[in-house]
């Protein structure tokens, strides 16, 4: 059974990676900014091999050095412990 998480129990559940991260309309949200494009596209490279493992895909835009991520489980409905997982992830890539 998967954890559905919510606006009161997001935070604990991330742990150290909670600062980059909002609950935003339901959801994970975070943005993340670097130098310039061909740094933000690499960090989406090494997500999108993070995401592939987990078997679980963030909704995204990325615009120029931002890189806007949203992540939430639609065949549950909710912030689940997949969404828990590849938060911690992505948290540990941007900020190594």
Known sequence: VMTRYTVETFADA???AHSDWKWQSDALEATFIFPDFKAAFAFMTQVAVIAER???H???QNSYNNVNV???THDLNAVTDLD???AKEISALANA
């Open 14 to 16: 991330l742990g150290s």
């Open 54 to 56: 987990l078997h679980h």
């Open 58 to 60: 963030p909704s995204w």
């Open 70 to 72: 949203r992540l939430f």
């Open 84 to 86: 828990i997982a590849l």
